[in-house]
Each structure stands twice: as C-alpha cells, then as structure tokens.
C-alpha cells in the first residue's frame, strides 16, 4: 500500500485526506489501516511522535462507525488539552464529507457545563482527558457502555503523568467486547501491565527503532559551566538566526525563567508549562504556530500536542534523565522531510549522562564550540542574505524617486553600511566579551550544588563532628564560608540564606525551589534563584535580594513535611 487511493477506505474518506495533501501513508498507517479495518483482535502500536498515529486508527474506524446510531462507539483518551483538540480537529477534518458523524473533545481547563451541552447532541466520537472524562462519568454525562473501540493514544505518557488509576476506573466502564489499541512512543513496565491487564492477546505493530527519528536531524552538544549555561543559550542562538525553534527544560520554574531572560534580553520568545492558566496557554500556543514568537521554551508535558512541522531546532537546556524522552524532543525538529538541528546545553559533570543517551539511541551527538562574537557576526551576515534572497512576495510599492541618490558609493560600500545598521547593537553587545570556551568551568563556583555537596560530604568524615558541635556552621565565621573554610563568593545581586533543613530531612534541590517559589508567589515576579546547596544537616539557597523580606517573612509560617522551617541571611 504505497498510496491511500490503493486503501479500501471510502470515497468521501479518500476525498478528504486528499485535500489535506495526503498522498502516500506513514509506515504505522500502512501496517495499521488494514490490520483495524479486517481484524478483530486488539492492537498495540508503538510509534515515535508525529509519524502519523491519529490517521492511523482514526480513519479505518470512521469507514467502519455507524453513522445512524447516535450512540458513542469510539473514546479516545489522550494525556493533554492540547493533544486532546489536535485529535478532534483531525477526526473532523478527516470525517469533512461524513456529515452524520460528530466529535466532541472533553478536557480540563474549560466550562465543564459547556461540554455536557454539546454532548446533547450525541456525538459517536469522543476524545478526552483521563480527569475530566471521570468528572463527566460521576455526572451521568458519559456512558460508554456499548463502545466499539477505545484507543490510549500517548499510553506511556498518561501513565507518566499519573493517570493510572483514572485509567483503570474508565476501562472498568468500557465493555469486554471493544476493541482496544494502544499507541506508545514506548513499552515500558506500566504500559506492559496495562496492556496484560486490559488488551486481549493484542497484536504488536512496532514501527522504527527507537533512534529512527534522527534521520533529518544533525546533533551537537556544546560543554558550559553552571554559571554560564544562559550565555551559552543568547549564543547559540544569535549564531544560529531565523530560527523557528522549542526550548526544553526539566521544571516549570526553570521554563518561566529561561523565557523571562530570552524576552529581556529582546527575543520573540514565551513560556509553556503548567503553572499557565489554560487561557495563558492557549494564547502562547497561538502565537507560536503564527510565528508571533519563534522561540517556545517547554516543560516535556506541556509540548505534548503541540503539532508543528517547521521547526528549525530543538535545544535541551536540561538533559532528559531518559534517553527515550530525548529523541522524542529531538523528534520535533526534522519532519516532513525538512532537515533539523538538536542542541545540548551540557554541564561538565553531565557528560556521562549523555554518553548514556548516546549509547542507548545510538546517535552520533557532536562536541561544539561555543561560538565567539566574530562568529556570531559572521552568522547574523549569511541570516540577513538569507532573508534577503528569499523569494518575497510584492506586499507593497513605492515610488522609485524616494530612493536618494546613490551614485557615490560602490555596491559593496552600501551593502556595508546596511550591514553596520542592522547589526549595530548585536555587535556592540558582543564586542568586549570573553570567549566562554576559554573560560573555566570546574571551578567551585561554577559547580551545581549536587557536586560540590559530593565534595563536601567526603570532607564531612574527617571534621564532620567539628561542624556538628558549632551548629553545621563552623567556628570561623562559618555561614559566610564553604565548609572546607574557603570564603563563598557573594552575588551583588543575590542574598545568600541560611536554611534549618537539609538532607537527613529528606530535602531536595527542588523541594528548594518549590518553598522559595511558595513564600514569594504574592509577588507581581518570580524571583531569580542562584545557588542551592543541600547539604547534610542544613542548606544554603540564594534569591534575588528584592525578596529578601519575602522569604524571612513568609518562610517561618510554613512547614516542610511537618518540620518548621527557619532561614536567615547569611552574611
């Protein structure tokens, strides 16, 4: 099957993936088309992200739906609202010349009552959140009691997000004679559980391995220190200009900070992540498929869904603990047959970290250079004749006369000026500053708190007790000191705190920021955090000095775990 018009799928079906430019299918949809559309057994299909799933299980079953029955016959329940209306603006696209067929999408985030409204008009087709499809079966809204078909498309994902048991508790409500087929990126052991405990003898599709989607996709990884990782970034992407491109990063504090540096610094950029009321998603989702902001920086779970075929690059500020989690990512870059770029900002102690994902997917990620400012520049001059030779289409016109004469300078003298004028202040910006290749990045200050809490814990066994006697703050002054006596280098811009807790109390770094994040959130802004240091007994944080009354305010009135909570600064 090597075109859709060689598929058994109907007319009015063909017709309308034939608008949608869909000419030849994807691998799962070859293996999958056929296999629902003659058999009855259930299905697992494990396929990367934006191969194609939705049209694979989506068409087969609407050729089979019966579309004079206004009971519903298929549920599909997807991890986020995103996801969720990507799905049901494709269904009803691909259902466009079936007008007895209707869809209705039930996610979180929106008036529930609008939702039981248009499911008065008994929609066959149902695509929903695991949470709100639960709110909607309490309220007697949803009765799947005589579906067909039920498909967990993104099975790892609603799994990794906790869905567990919202997913048993609608299985429980489906009937014994559906037909189910579970699509995943990957097979790990919850989604093998789920798949024994709910999926009859199902038959396995697999489609590409798990590195298939680097092939359009150049890797590189460029080794920063702590301190220089949001430099590094302004580089990387000053050096590489026009692009159109996703940001990741591991928490939604190191999003919306990462976001708050880019716009500052001038760039068309803005944040996604959870913290975001639905409204505030939504409108950043919108301006990024305009292209009203090219740069997105994204948690993991709140790029799922969003379905963009252009971008240019795809930049780990934080690597992923899972190799898996990577190359979904990466896979982001590099469709439709496009080339794309993947960039990891790694700190020295994460090589091993990468060498582990290299190992596992088994691509080739290459060691970069920072760039140098002369670099940059030289850059930023092939993006304006990039941009130039273009092929523009005629917006506007204008009369030749008001061009001034200029017969006194030679072409590439005038080319040079339009140059100097375009690329004035970027090069100002870059003119005295160092090269951070050259810079040292092993250095104490530069080291993320987990190491040099390593190197601190292998002093504790030799003058350990003597910290303890003193308080866990040492005898010379000790909180305005590293525990081996070395004076801390203060940030001008930071205060540094003393906390009461620490690792014996089961703390971790972002438990750190969770609590600084609570005790200023009255706050109009985030505060910009510094260095966290969880040490033994107590920690270290520093914050933004314009919250200092914040946090010896607030802080005291909170409790972590049951344990009062005390900090003071650190002089």
Excluded at 198 to 227: D, M, Q
Excluded at 328 to 342: D, E, F, L, Q, V
Excluded at 375 to 392: N, P, Y
């Amino acid at each position: 099957m090597n075109l859709f018009t060689e598929t058994n799928l109907s007319p009015e079906l063909l017709k309308a993936v034939g608008e949608l430019g869909f000419i030849s299918p994807t691998e799962i949809q070859k293996q999958t088309i056929p296999f629902i559309s003659s058999d009855i057994r259930d299905l697992i299909a494990l396929a990367q992200t934006g191969t194609g799933k939705t049209a694979a299980f989506s068409l087969p079953i609407l050729d089979m739906i019966d579309d004079g029955s206004r009971k519903i016959q298929l549920l599909v329940l997807c991890p986020t609202r995103e996801l969720c209306l990507q799905i049901t603006k494709d269904i009803k696209n691909y259902s466009k010349y079936l007008p007895n067929i209707k869809t209705t999408a039930v996610y979180g985030g929106s008036s529930i009552m609008d939702q039981i409204r248009s499911l008065r008009e008994k929609p066959q087709i149902i695509v929903g959140t695991p949470g709100r499809v639960i709110d909607l079966i309490n309220r007697k809204a949803l009765d799947f009691s005589e579906i067909n078909w039920l498909v967990l498309d993104e099975a790892d994902e609603m799994l990794s997000m906790g869905f567990k048991d919202d997913l048993e508790t609608i299985l429980r409500e489906t009937p014994e004679t559906k037909q189910t087929f579970l699509f995943s990126a990957t097979m790990n052991k919850e989604v093998e559980r789920i798949s024994k405990n709910y999926l009859t003898k199902p038959h396995r599709i697999a489609v590409g391995s798990i590195n298939e989607v680097k092939k359009n996709i150049s890797h590189e990884f460029y080794v920063v220190g702590y301190r220089q990782k949001k430099e590094a970034l302004k580089r990387l992407i000053d050096a590489n200009p026009n692009q159109y491109s996703i940001i990741f990063c591991r928490t939604r504090m190191e999003t919306q900070e990462i976001a708050d540096f880019l716009m500052q610094n001038g760039y068309a950029a803005d944040a996604l992540h959870g913290d975001l009321s639905q409204a505030q998603r939504d409108t950043v989702m919108k301006k990024f498929r305009l292209k009203n902001i090219d740069i997105l920086v994204a948690t993991d779970v709140a790029a799922r869904g969003l379905d963009v075929n252009s971008l240019t690059h795809v930049i780990h500020y934080s690597l992923p603990d899972d190799p898996e989690v990577f190359v979904h990512r990466s896979g982001r870059t590099g469709r439709a047959g496009k080339n794309g770029i993947s960039m990891s900002l790694i700190k020295p102690e994460e090589t091993r970290k990468l060498k582990q994902i290299k190992s596992v997917t088994k691509i080739d990620i290459a060691e970069k250079q920072v760039p140098t400012g002369d670099e940059i520049i030289r850059a930023q001059v092939e993006g304006v004749f990039e941009r130039l030779f273009t092929i523009h289409e005629e917006f506007f016109t204008f009369d030749d006369s008001l061009i001034p004469d200029l017969s006194e300078f030679s072409k590439e003298e005038l080319v040079h000026k339009l140059l100097q004028l375009q690329l004035r202040d970027l090069s100002l910006f870059y003119k005295d500053k160092k090269d951070l290749r050259n810079e040292k990045m092993s250095d104490d200050r530069d080291m993320p708190s987990g190491r040099r809490d390593r190197r601190r814990d292998d002093r504790d066994g030799r003058d350990g007790r003597r910290s303890d006697r003193d308080g866990g703050r040492g005898r010379e002054g000790g909180r305005d000191r590293d525990r081996g006596g070395k004076p801390k280098r203060k940030n001008e811009n930071m205060t540094r705190f003393f906390f009461n807790l620490g690792k014996k109390d089961n703390l971790k770094k972002l438990d750190m920021l969770d609590i600084i994040n609570t005790a200023t959130k009255k706050s109009k802004k985030r505060p910009d955090v510094g260095d966290i240091e969880i040490l033994e007994k107590f920690s270290f944080f520093e914050v933004d000095k314009d919250f200092k009354n914040d946090i010896l305010k607030n802080l005291p009135s909170m409790k972590f775990k049951g344990k009062e909570m005390r900090a003071e600064e650190a002089n």
